[in-house]
C-alpha cells in the first residue's frame, strides 16, 4: 500500500509541476507580448519626430510694407532649393521627395550660381503669388535676391525674395496669396506713414491652404501691437520649433526624460535646461551673445548623445549631471535664438516677443513630457522591465543618432 501511494503523490507532483510549468509559459508569453507592444510604442514616440529631421523646409515668412506713396514691396524669406525642386509642405522630410538628389546639388551652390538657377523660375513665381487690392490683383515685378552662402547644408538656407508693386490710391484692403505649391508661410503687413516717419505692423496670418489671407485694413493706421497682442504668432512659432520641427531639442528632451521613472530627477532636470536655454535664448535675440554654429551645431549633437549614453551608465542622477544638462542649454537656447531672430521680432516689443517665443517653447517641451509619459512610463510599473525595455535601448537609439549627427557637422564645419 505505500508504494502505490508513493507513486500517487509523486504522480500528483510531476503534474502539479507539469501545470506551473506550462502556466510559467503562458504567462511568459503574455507578459513579452505585452513588453513587445509596450516597446513598439516607445519606438513610436520616438520615430515621431524622426520625418522632422532638419532636412525639413521652413513655412516662407511674407512681409508686405505699403507706404504712403502707393509703393508696395514684398520680402518673401524662403529655400529657393525647395521652390525650384518643387518640394512644399507635402515633405516633412526633403529627403522623401523625388527631386531629393536635385535638392541636394542646389543646396551646396553658392550665391551667384543658385541665383542664376533661379532666373528662369521668375515668370512661374511671380505667376503663382497675387497680391489684390479691393479684389483687383496688383502687377508685380522682380526686384532684388538675397542669397546666403552654403552654410551647414543639412540646415536649409533662407534665401530673400523682393518684389514690387503699387497700389491704388484710395484701396482699402490688401489680401495675399501664396500658392501650397510652394509651401507654408506666414504673412504680415506694414503700413508705413513716411510724412510722419512712422510705421506699424499687423500680426501674422498662417495660412496653409489653398485661399487668400484674410483682409488686411489700409483705411487706418494698424494699432501698435501689444504686449498681449504678439503672443498667438510667437507662442506658435516657439511651440512649433519644437514640435514637430526640432528633432535636436526632442531628441535631448526624451533623453533627459528616460533615466527615471521618477519625478523629481525629471523636474530638476528640467529645470535646469529651462533657465539655461532661457538665458542664451535673451541674450542671443538681444544681440549680446552670438557664437558660430560651427561651435553650436557640433556640441547640440553631443548634448543628445551624452545624455542617452549616461542613461545606459546610470539609473540615477550624478552629480555632473544637471552642471551638463545647464550647460547643454545654454547651446540649445542659442539654437533657439537663431530660429528667432529668423522670425522677426516686433519693434518696441523685443522682450514680449521673446517671454511668449519661449512660453510656446515651454508648452512644447511639456506636451511632448506628457506625452511620453502616458505612452511609456504608465504601462510600466516595475522599473526593472523599464529599464530593460525602455530606457536601454531607447537610449541607445537617440545616443547613435546624437553621435551620428555629431561627427557627421565636425566633419562638414572643419574637414570639407
Request: with cysteine; proline share 6%; net charge neutral.
Amino acid at each position: 500500500m505505500l508504494i502505490p501511494a508513493i507513486v500517487s503523490v509523486i504522480s500528483k507532483k510531476a503534474r502539479d509541476a507539469v501545470l506551473a510549468s506550462d502556466r510559467f509559459l503562458y504567462l511568459s508569453v503574455i507578459c513579452l507580448k505585452k513588453t513587445f507592444r509596450k516597446f513598439s510604442l516607445f519606438l513610436i514616440v520616438i520615430s515621431l519626430g524622426l520625418p522632422a529631421y532638419s532636412d525639413v523646409v521652413k513655412p516662407a515668412l511674407v512681409e508686405i510694407s505699403v507706404f504712403s506713396d502707393g509703393h508696395v514691396g514684398i520680402e518673401i524669406r524662403t529655400s529657393i532649393e525647395a521652390l525650384l525642386t518643387k518640394i512644399d509642405g507635402r515633405y516633412q522630410n526633403t529627403q522623401d521627395a523625388p527631386n531629393s538628389e536635385q535638392y541636394d546639388a542646389l543646396r551646396v551652390l553658392g550665391p551667384d550660381e543658385l541665383r542664376e538657377q533661379f532666373t528662369s523660375f521668375h515668370p512661374t513665381f511671380l505667376g503663382g503669388v497675387n497680391l489684390l487690392a479691393d479684389g483687383v490683383s496688383i502687377p508685380l515685378q522682380m526686384d532684388v535676391i538675397e542669397i546666403a552662402p552654403p552654410g551647414y547644408t543639412k540646415v536649409p538656407r533662407a534665401s530673400v525674395i523682393r518684389l514690387v508693386g503699387k497700389v491704388p490710391r484710395g484701396s482699402t484692403s490688401l489680401r495675399w496669396y501664396y500658392p501650397p505649391r510652394f509651401g507654408d508661410h506666414a504673412v504680415r503687413v506694414r503700413q508705413v506713414d513716411e510724412d510722419r516717419g512712422e510705421y506699424h505692423w499687423s500680426s501674422y496670418q498662417w495660412i496653409k491652404d489653398y485661399k487668400l489671407s484674410e483682409p488686411f485694413s489700409l483705411t487706418e493706421v494698424f494699432a501698435k501691437p501689444t504686449f498681449w497682442s504678439v503672443g498667438s504668432s510667437y507662442v506658435t512659432a516657439g511651440f512649433f520649433h519644437i514640435v514637430p520641427k526640432g528633432l535636436d531639442h526632442v531628441l535631448f528632451i526624451l533623453g533627459v526624460f528616460l533615466i527615471s521613472m521618477r519625478l523629481r530627477p525629471l523636474l530638476l532636470q528640467i529645470t535646469m535646461f529651462t533657465i539655461a536655454h532661457s538665458l542664451t535664448l535673451s541674450l542671443g535675440v538681444l544681440g549680446y551673445l552670438n557664437i558660430p554654429p560651427q561651435v553650436v551645431e557640433p556640441l547640440i549633437a553631443l548634448s543628445i548623445a551624452y545624455v542617452a549614453f549616461e542613461n545606459l551608465a546610470s539609473d540615477r542622477l550624478s552629480r555632473f549631471r544637471l552642471p551638463v544638462i545647464f550647460g547643454f542649454g545654454l547651446l540649445h537656447g542659442l539654437g533657439f535664438a537663431s530660429v528667432l531672430a529668423e522670425f522677426g521680432l516686433p519693434k518696441g516689443l523685443y522682450l514680449a516677443a521673446l517671454f511668449w517665443f519661449n512660453v510656446g517653447v515651454e508648452f512644447a517641451q511639456i506636451g511632448l513630457l506628457v506625452a511620453a509619459y502616458l505612452g511609456i512610463t504608465v504601462w510600466f510599473p516595475c522599473p526593472e522591465l523599464y529599464r530593460r525595455y525602455v530606457v536601454l535601448p531607447g537610449s541607445l537609439v537617440i545616443g547613435g543618432v546624437g553621435t551620428y549627427w555629431m561627427v557627421e557637422r565636425i566633419f562638414y564645419f572643419y574637414f570639407s
